[in-house]
């Protein structure tokens, strides 16, 4: 399985970015896609996460009712709508995903697939 992030740029606080996530590969292997982000000296924190089905979204305290996850199967796409961003939203945004169903762990080490990360800068 492969994933490829995009979406990522330079954005003023208020604003609204989106990113896409999509997955190629033994995509059939994925049960939950997942976005986490790193700044600059910290760790890895999980951000959105999404089931197959997307009857299952779980997010992240600091980004409920500002971001949005969604996903379109025929196109493998996973999505992370972002808007009202803050400076503290800075980071690199990565995808991830799970190859076990019924759970949608939150932890990074649990995912077995990553893509490669986009820059997401939010200025004040």
């Known amino acids: 399985v492969q994933l490829q992030a995009s979406g990522g740029g330079l954005v003023q606080a208020g604003g609204s970015l989106r990113l896409s996530c999509v997955a190629s590969?033994?995509?059939?292997?994925?049960?939950?896609t997942a976005w986490f982000r790193q700044d600059q000296g910290k760790e890895r924190e999980f951000v959105a996460s999404?089931?197959?089905?997307?009857?299952?979204?779980r997010y992240a305290d600091s980004v409920r009712g500002r971001f949005a996850i969604s996903r379109t199967n025929d196109k493998n796409t996973v999505y992370l709508q972002m808007n009202n961003l803050k400076p503290e939203d800075t980071a690199v945004y990565f995808c991830?995903?799970?190859?076990?169903?019924?759970?949608?762990?939150?932890?990074?080490?649990?995912?077995?697939?990553w893509g490669q990360g986009t820059l997401v800068t939010v200025s004040s």
């Open positions: 991830a995903g799970y190859g076990k169903p019924y759970t949608t762990p939150t932890r990074p080490l649990e995912y077995d697939y």
């Open positions: 590969g033994h995509t059939f292997n994925v049960y939950t």
């Open positions: 999404i089931s197959w089905s997307g009857g299952n979204i």
